[in-house]
């Protein structure tokens, strides 16, 4: 079966950085991506990665390897407006995105 | 970026009645649509994707019956909630890619809808 592991929680401090791992064994791989998603709303897109290594944009890079199935999200600097939840999500081979749990930030002063 | 907006964004019926949720793309056309089920700190669950012009393509479990898909033109997909009941109460979403400017394939999200069936 296809599956997307990240941490259900994680917990940091304004002003510092924190890194947010996903795990996937999917049927394919067609690129992968974060999402940023606050209470009661929709999600919003961060990044997108196909190739690996890292791609920074602002405060939040993203980092992939395909050959380990992995990927991280790093958020630095982090400002109280960064509690959310983060999704990963990957497009598989028929170009279907799976989903994460997603994982809920939550940023103390 | 895209815009793809919902509505309404909340919507409270009663059991047994029906709810339509509308989504569009306001600055781009898409021929698919995708809609999906988030109950409370839970992921999005894909329930049924869209396409313009034909029959919608619906995941398994999900009843095709009570959940009515209907993309009639290249900017307006609705989602009716038929006989809705209390365990339908849920934030439901939408999301379309712009096939034409979107390299990444990146998915744009509608504000979404809280429905609470009473």
């Known amino acids: 079966g296809q599956n997307i592991d990240q941490p259900t929680e994680m917990t940091a401090t304004e002003g510092a950085i924190v890194q947010i791992n996903c795990t996937y064994q999917?049927?394919?791989?067609?690129?992968l991506f974060w999402y940023q998603q606050h209470a009661g709303e929709a999600p919003t897109f961060l990044s997108y990665n196909v190739l690996d290594g890292l791609e920074e944009k602002g405060r939040f890079s993203s980092f992939l390897s395909r050959s380990k199935g992995y990927s991280y999200l790093l958020l630095k600097e982090l400002q109280m407006k960064d509690s959310a939840s983060y999704l990963c999500a990957v497009k598989d081979s028929n170009y279907q995105l799976i989903w994460g749990a997603g994982t809920k930030l939550i940023i103390k002063p | 970026g895209a815009v793809v907006s919902q509505h309404p964004s909340w919507v409270i019926c009663k059991s047994g009645t029906s709810v339509k949720i509308e989504c569009r793309s306001l600055d781009f056309q898409a021929t698919t649509m995708f809609w999906y089920r988030q109950f409370p700190k839970q992921s999005l669950m894909l329930m049924a994707t869209?396409?313009?012009?034909?029959?919608?393509?619906?995941e398994q479990g999900v009843e095709k019956d009570k959940f009515l898909i209907n993309h009639a033109s290249l900017t307006l997909s609705t989602l009716t909630v038929t006989s809705a009941h209390p365990e339908d109460s849920s934030f439901y979403i939408c999301?379309?890619?712009?096939?034409?400017?979107?390299?990444?394939?990146?998915?744009?999200f509608g504000e979404g809808s809280r429905l609470t069936v009473l």
């Open positions: 999917t049927s394919g791989f067609n690129g």
């Open positions: 999301s379309a890619r712009d096939e034409i400017a979107g390299e990444t394939g990146e998915l744009f």
């Open positions: 869209s396409n313009e012009g034909s029959k919608a393509t619906y």
